[in-house]
């Protein structure tokens, strides 16, 4: 039986925690072994080493990284403000793959630092957006590719609208969709964003410190437009305390001959309509159904939920270092989902359209908005 490759868990107790089950997955692949989890919070590390049944426990990643030497490493902790000085130790320290939580990291000088070092090192790196690993976002995607919703026109993507919506849902949520939006519609070639606090645009008086280490905020609104490849728009928006039952998380794809809705997960629901016009107008048009197995086949998996995704990435994860192949989510791929991500705040921020790559690398909202007549909204009469 081969030797079991050896992972380390990095978490932060009360700062972002073990994630959505990165820790823990590690427990369902046979052909790995945890041996170590590092944490700097005493109790919180007590507890992981327990749950994990590893046995070195560190109160210091870096030292745990230097003693153990790991071939894999779950970089855990849900708030990004530790990810980049994570991700480039664990490379540093010749780790062959990491598996990331998400959202990615706070700006694109943090995303160009990490992928840097990933690359000089060969550290595979994949990040958990659960959705990338779907057999029915494979289903979506041959349907599109099939022809069946024509030429592809746009793509709509939306946060959950609760507590957190504005920026911190595109932040946290929006990473996921526009992943998606980006994988199904193309590259994004420029972008239109405006951030609003309830019905005025936000100034530099709205900027406040995020939640979860994600670094200055702004916003309770967002809306944006991206140019995608082949003449594709992109939407998102997010409005706070407007949430729906079901959410409406997830994205719209509308096409010259049909019309397709999805959400995210790792079996999440998703229907096609055959329409050229995007409506049923009473005609009894059937909403199909679309399946791992295709459009209007019976579902035959088990929704494992987060942790099937979880699992599914870190067998990729495995198999992307054993074939020296990117993974399927990968740090390059997130990074274009971290870049639309602070455009939409870039716009803003100079009061114009912004092009990719963008030029500037650091937190738009860590220097006062650029645009010297950054307009606001009218008056009501």
Request: net charge negative; glycine share 10%; proline share 6%.
């Amino acid at each position: 039986m081969p030797v079991p490759y050896r992972v380390a868990v990095i978490g932060s107790t009360n700062r972002g925690n073990y994630g959505h089950g990165l820790d823990v997955v590690w427990k369902q692949l046979p052909e790995t072994e945890i041996v170590a989890v590092a944490d700097d919070h005493p109790e919180g590390l007590a507890r992981a080493a327990t749950r994990l049944g590893a046995t070195h426990a560190y109160l210091d990643y870096r030292t745990m990284l230097e003693a153990i030497q790991p071939d894999l490493v779950s970089i855990a902790p849900r708030w990004v403000d530790q990810h980049c000085d994570m991700v480039v130790a664990a490379a540093q320290a010749g780790v062959k793959g990491i598996y990331l939580e998400k959202p990615l990291c706070r700006s694109m000088e943090e995303a160009d630092a990490m992928e840097l070092a990933c690359t000089q090192a060969n550290t595979k790196v994949a990040v958990a957006h659960q959705t990338r690993y779907s057999p029915i976002l494979r289903s979506v995607y041959r349907l599109i590719h099939e022809g069946h919703l024509g030429d592809i026109m746009e793509i709509h993507a939306r946060g959950k609208d609760d507590h957190r919506g504005g920026v911190e849902d595109l932040w946290v949520l929006g990473t996921h969709v526009l992943d998606l939006m980006h994988h199904l519609g193309g590259a994004p070639n420029w972008c239109s964003g405006s951030l609003l606090e309830s019905t005025r645009l936000v100034t530099n008086k709205d900027i406040r410190p995020g939640n979860e280490g994600l670094g200055p905020f702004a916003g309770n609104q967002v809306h944006a437009i991206y140019g995608l490849e082949n003449g594709i728009l992109g939407y998102f928006s997010s409005r706070a305390n407007t949430a729906a039952n079901p959410s409406r998380f997830g994205i719209t794809i509308r096409g010259s001959e049909g019309l397709l809705t999805m959400g995210t997960g790792f079996l999440p629901a998703a229907y096609y309509l055959a329409s050229s016009d995007w409506q049923n107008h009473g005609r009894n048009q059937p909403w199909t159904p679309v399946s791992s197995g295709g459009m209007g086949q019976p579902e035959s998996l088990e929704n494992g939920g987060l942790q099937e995704g979880n699992r599914i990435a870190c067998k990729d994860l495995i198999a992307s270092i054993e074939d020296d192949r990117a993974p399927e989510s990968s740090l390059r791929e997130a990074m274009v989902a971290t870049e639309m991500i602070l455009a939409i705040l870039e716009s803003h921020s100079l009061g114009k359209r912004v092009h990719f790559p963008l030029e500037n690398r650091k937190h738009p909202l860590n220097v006062p908005f650029r645009a010297s007549n950054l307009p606001q909204a009218p008056k009501r009469p």
